[in-house]
């Protein structure tokens, strides 16, 4: 069972930054990919972007691409998720979900672990 944390979020204005983390109390949280979603009042479960356990293949979904930025470091079992040019349809419960093994999913089925998850709220 990993248990995953996520911190990082909170009130920023329109254009603001925030970077989430996700850390794991496992340690070969080296061995899973990882995704973050995030999840509007009202709207479906979005993704928004996983990486692979090594780093090496990374995706986007494409409301955030060029403006968010994921990255692991395994020596802290932590992926984090950099956000640039936050917009107000940014605000939304963001959690990270991992599974054990070497590929990231874009669907959320695919993970077997998530975490609590943190707001983000960007104000206009």
């Known amino acids: 069972q990993v248990q995953l944390v996520e911190s990082g979020g909170g009130l920023v204005q329109a254009g603001g930054s925030l970077r989430l983390s996700c850390a794991a109390d496992?340690?070969?949280?080296?061995?899973?990919?990882v995704g973050w979603f995030r999840q509007a009042p009202g709207k479906e479960r979005e993704f928004v972007a996983a990486?692979?356990?090594?780093?090496?293949?990374?995706y986007y979904g494409d409301s955030v691409k060029g403006r968010f930025t994921i990255s692991r470091d395994n020596a802290k079992n932590t992926v984090y998720l950099q956000m640039n040019n936050l917009k107000p349809e940014d605000t939304a419960e963001y959690c990270c979900?991992?599974?054990?093994?070497?590929?990231?999913?874009?669907?959320?089925?695919?993970?077997?672990?998530w975490g609590q998850g943190t707001r983000v709220t960007v104000s206009s």
């Open positions: 979900a991992a599974v054990y093994g070497p590929v990231p999913f874009i669907a959320g089925a695919r993970y077997d672990y």
């Open positions: 496992e340690r070969t949280f080296n061995y899973y990919a």
């Open positions: 990486i692979s356990w090594s780093g090496g293949t990374i």
